[in-house]
């Protein structure tokens, strides 16, 4: 079964600076889907960005961007020019290209707090 | 709002007691997931449907618990015989099929049992 570990309880940030969130996972898959959520006070959760197991490239939504290593199965998100509503809880989750169902594999979650 | 719905966002029950939750998804998605958030810590799958059909079932859902799509549109999570370790977040998410990775998630309805 796959895991997703965020080793990382809290982070903290000041505004307008550039903060890294830590993910690794564990599968012995080759072909699936790394998500982060966001999920604000209000606890609707967002989707931040993705990446495909299958792309070399990292992917990058505006101010945020990842680092995909898959060799070492980390994938950690950056957050540039950090903004006081990027203040939430961050979840890593995993989804397997095989026919399951899609359904995700969360991490227990970073709180990132945003200092002004 | 064409997001995804649950509903009632809050429910407080007496243990013993049985409730149930409803997840209206965005209308053209076809995949429909359910799962439990306790305090600090990450989401856990119970369940999916595809369409009317109930594909998956996790460990998680006891015998207490059931979930329907009876026409593939809302879903009802309803838990028998609550108990306090039923209190959490549930959260209900949709999908497109496999076409579009990633799912949309609902508010959550916040379940406790005193």
């Not at chain 2, 015989?81 to 039923?86: F, I, L, V």
């Given at each position: 079964a796959q895991t997703v570990t965020q080793s990382q309880p809290e982070m903290s940030v000041q505004e307008a600076e550039t903060v890294t969130l830590s993910c690794t996972y564990d599968t012995s898959e080759s072909d699936y889907y790394l998500f982060w959520y966001k999920q604000p006070p209000s606890r609707q959760m967002i989707l931040v960005i993705r990446q495909e197991a299958y792309k070399q490239q990292n992917a990058t939504e505006n101010r945020f961007s990842v680092n995909f290593q898959k060799a070492a199965k980390s994938f950690s998100l950056k957050i540039s020019d950090s903004q006081l509503g990027d203040a939430a809880m961050y979840f890593c989750a995993y989804r397997s290209e095989?026919?399951?169902?899609?359904k995700l594999v969360f991490g227990a979650g970073t709180i990132l707090r945003v200092k002004s | 709002d064409t997001g995804v719905s649950q509903n009632p966002r809050h429910k407080i029950t007496k243990r013993g007691q049985n409730v149930t939750f409803r997840c209206d998804p965005i209308s053209e998605h076809n995949r429909l997931y359910w799962y439990r958030q306790t305090l600090g810590q990450g989401p856990e799958f119970l369940t999916y449907f595809q369409n009317e059909a109930q594909l998956e079932k996790s460990?998680?859902?006891?015998?207490?618990f059931s979930a329907e799509r009876p026409k593939g549109s809302f879903s009802t999570l309803e838990i028998q015989?609550?108990?306090?370790?039923?209190s959490a977040m549930y959260l209900c998410a949709s999908s497109l099929g496999g076409a579009v990775p990633g799912a949309f998630f609902g508010q959550g309805t916040r379940l406790t049992v005193v």
């Open positions: 095989k026919s399951d169902g899609n | 460990r998680l859902l006891s015998d207490r015989r609550t108990e306090q370790g039923d």
